[in-house]
Every structure is written in C-alpha cells, then in structure tokens.
C-alpha cells in the first residue's frame, strides 16, 4: 500500500473521487491510502467534502498560503505522516523546490501546462492553439510527478479527449472533470501495482513555431479570464 497527502486549493472534487475509490469496492481499495489532507485556502469547499464523506478532521490542515514560509508549512506536516507520495489536485500555490526534493509528489493536470494553466484557461489556451494552426488536437489529461517547473514532470497515465467545435471552453472544463478523476485514480492504481511506466509530459505543440504560438495562447487564456480563481 502507498501512502498519499493530498494538497487541494477548491472544491476538491477530485480528492473526494480519490478518497471513495480507496473505499471497500473502489480501485485503491488496499492499494492506497490518503493520510492527510491540506488546503491552502480556508474557505475551500473541498475541507467541508471531505468531512462529510467521514475524513478524520484531525488529519485535515489549513495553511497560509500567502506568508513565506510555505514550503516549511508543508513540510512540518509531511514530516508527520511521511507519505510515498504528495499529490496535487487543484492546488494553486506553487511547491518549493525543496518540498519536491525531500517527498516525491503528483500532479493533476489537463491541456497546456505552464503557470497560471488552470480551469477554463487550459481548454480556451488549447482551442485558441488549434484554431491557429488549423487543426484540431485532443486534449491531454493526465497524472504526473511533480516538477519544480511548472506541469514539467513526466507522466504516469495519459488519457486524451477529442473536444466538438460546439463546445465552450466552460462546457469542455465540466466534461472533463470526471475524466480528471478517473485519470489520478488510474495514476495512482499504476504506481500502486508497480505498473507505472512514466513518459514525458504530453504537447500539444510540435514545432518551435508551434511552441510560440502556444505561449501567446497562454497569453490570450490569461487575458480571456483575467480573475479566474480555483473553486
């Protein structure tokens, strides 16, 4: 059995999925467990999530993310329980460099990574990308290491999407979600099983002028949802 802390900044969905797959009868039953939670935010949803579905509160720890000391925060707390792993779902902060280099950890990712990457901006940044280029793309899911460059660690399990020229960018982030759930609970079943075969992070991108039309996608994500905050 692997032992996990996992790190949450909102709603926390994909914690909770994790947690009830750990149950008797879900994926990670005997294969994983989370020992602790931590959010960096107070008021997120997920902290109330976890205690109605039984999470002992006692493992439950609220950090301020805005203070200096961040990584020295996490680290008192690992240290507690040393887990196998950290795993990033929906955490916002970025993990100190030192964090990564004493415990190894995850991270739930989906399209083109990089800061500020997150929620409807991956999918606008995605299909702003492909509309430039002239061609669709499917859109990376994945579970990977945690990287001290953001969305930079190699990749433990993969699952592409194909998206319709229908679909908004907000309609796209909500069918994904679940995907994004099934996607760490494989990661996780992977590393637990040892069948764990870690390839690069995926791109969208295939060329050096793809690459610059990618950052001015990211550019364009940012300036598209300007005050977009992780719920």
Aim: proline share 6%; with cysteine.
């Amino acid at each position: 059995m692997i032992t996990t802390v996992n790190l949450i900044s909102g709603g926390g969905s994909t914690n909770l999925a994790i947690l009830e797959a750990q149950k008797p009868g879900g994926k990670l039953h005997g294969l994983v467990k989370t020992v602790a939670i931590i959010s960096s935010n107070p008021m997120a949803g997920g902290i109330k999530k976890v205690i109605d579905a039984g999470f002992p509160q006692k493992n439950i720890y609220v950090i301020d993310s805005k203070r200096d000391n961040l990584g020295q925060q996490l680290l008192e707390i690992m240290d507690i329980y040393r887990p196998d792993y950290f795993h990033q779902l929906g955490w916002e902060p970025y993990t100190p460099d030192y964090v990564t280099e004493r415990f190894q950890g995850l991270n739930q990712h989906l399209g083109p990574g990089g800061r500020f990457m997150y929620y409807e901006r991956r999918i606008y940044a995605q299909l702003w990308f492909c509309k430039k280029i002239g061609e669709k793309r499917p859109i990376p899911v994945f579970c990977q290491y945690a990287h001290k460059d953001y969305d930079d660690g190699d990749v433990v399990y993969v699952h592409y999407e194909d998206y319709q020229e229908h679909e908004t960018d907000e309609e796209i982030s909500r069918r994904l979600l679940p995907i994004e759930h099934e996607v760490q609970i494989e990661g996780l079943y992977l590393l637990a099983t040892g069948k764990a075969k870690p390839i690069p992070v995926p791109r969208v991108y295939e060329t050096d002028e793809e690459r610059t039309l990618m950052d001015q996608a990211r550019i364009a994500a940012k300036e598209r949802y300007p005050r977009l905050m992780k719920t």
